[in-house]
Structure formats: structure tokens, C-alpha cells
């Protein structure tokens, strides 16, 4: 309604768009930042929640370029910075997603999902000492988080350290028990040392229930996303 007497209402039209994409109505929504872009060129607001709908609809060099106009309107924009890694990881470029998840933790050192999903694109990158460090420290921060134990497990594993990967398996069965994907690798680690009861043993718990990891850092155990 404030639009029909105030059609460059930039608030409301943000607004709108944001209201929009909740319905999933992207490109309704890009219609209305390219609105607010027309007569605020310079708003980084605008630019990025463009960007936010163009990755829902799967247009990811398009989302890149206006996250990367969002960082020239605000370079300190640590959302931003955050949001660009993830597209960069989607279409895999993931040096860079690194790069940009470190810009988001110069202007938000707290924020520890971008320190995680940087871990998981080093892990990816076999630069498994860098990933560990940065498990290490986020495990210190909370300690009871069963899926840093889990991938730090992984990383172990994959450099080679069975015994390692497997202790920190334990741990985070320790805490959640129905982490199946841990007894499944718990079980290729035990395998590895030939432990094959073990292994087994391990590996039939691994049947009893499913989770999965996205490229973006997310995760989802039966069904329900826990990170």
C-alpha cells in the first residue's frame, strides 16, 4: 500500500522483496531490487539481496556479480563476504571461497560458520593441517558440538591418522549416538588398522539411520537440517 502513493519508497520496496523471496518468488523479488539499484545505485542492501534471490534460482556467476558490487557499496559487509563464499562454493571456485570467508571473519571474527565452512573447503583441498587447526579451535569454543568432532575425524582420517580419526569418531557418537555417517567412517578407519570385527561391528550401526552433507556447509540428519 506505501507503494501506491510512494512508488520509490526504497524501504518498502526492500520490504517487498524480502516478503517476496520468503514466497519464493525470486524473480519477483529481483524485479524489486533492480527497482531500489535505479534509484540507489550504491546500495549494498540492494545488490545483496539480489544476488540472495539470483543463487535461489540457480544463476550463480549472475549472484557473484552482485554480491561483488555489494562489497564495492560496503567492502565491511561481513554478510556479504559470508554469503559470496558459499555461491563461490556452489560453482566450485573454492580458493576464492576461502578468500571470501576470511574477508567475513576480518569484519566478524565470531562468526564460526564461515570459520567452519572455510575448515571443510581446506579439508577438500588436502590441506588437512589447516583444516584440523581451525576443528581444534572451534572445538575448544564448544566442545560439545558432535559434528566438529565428526569432520575433524574425517580430516584425520584422510591424512592418514586412523587412530586419531578414530577417537574423535567416538567422541562425537559420545554425543550423539545416532550420528550414522561417524559409525560408517569409524568403521572404514578400523578397517584400515584391520580391525575387521570392529569394523563390522561398526559399520552395521552405520545402517540404522542417514545424514547428509551439502556443498554449502549444511547439514541434515533424517531428514532435519542441524547445521
Not at 535505479?38 to 539470483?54: G, M, T, V
Not at 569432520?151 to 549416538?177: F, H, M, R, T, V
Amino acid at each position: 500500500e506505501t507503494l501506491s502513493f510512494d512508488p520509490e519508497n526504497t524501504e518498502a520496496l526492500n520490504n517487498k522483496g524480502i516478503v517476496l523471496r520468503d514466497l519464493e518468488r525470486n524473480q519477483e523479488a529481483i524485479a524489486c531490487y533492480d527497482r531500489i539499484i535505479e534509484l540507489k545505485p550504491e546500495n549494498n542492501y540492494a545488490w545483496h539481496n539480489r544476488a540472495h534471490n539470483l543463487s535461489n534460482l540457480g544463476r550463480q556467476e549472475e549472484a557473484l556479480a552482485s554480491y561483488d558490487k555489494a562489497t564495492e557499496c560496503d567492502p565491511s559487509s561481513a554478510s556479504t563476504w559470508h554469503n559470496r563464499g558459499i555461491v563461490l562454493q556452489k560453482l566450485e571456485r573454492n580458493e576464492e571461497a576461502i578468500a571470501s570467508y576470511e574477508k567475513t571473519l576480518e569484519f566478524a571474527p565470531n562468526d564460526n560458520e564461515a570459520r567452519y565452512k572455510k575448515a571443510l573447503l581446506l579439508e577438500k583441498l588436502e590441506r588437512y593441517d589447516a583444516a584440523i587447526s581451525i576443528y581444534d579451535y572451534l572445538i575448544s569454543l564448544k566442545p560439545a558440538y558432535y559434528l566438529t568432532w565428526y569432520q575433524k575425524g574425517i580430516a584425520l582420517q584422510k591424512s592418514g591418522d586412523y587412530e586419531a580419526a578414530i577417537s574423535n569418531y567416538d567422541k562425537a557418537l559420545e554425543l550423539k549416538p545416532d550420528l550414522y555417517n561417524a559409525w560408517q567412517k569409524r568403521g572404514d578407519a578400523l578397517a584400515a588398522l584391520g580391525r575387521e570385527e570392529e569394523a563390522i561391528a561398526s559399520r552395521k550401526k552405520a545402517t540404522e539411520g542417514t545424514i547428509t552433507f551439502y556443498p554449502d556447509g549444511s547439514v541434515v540428519a533424517d531428514g532435519k537440517r542441524v547445521l
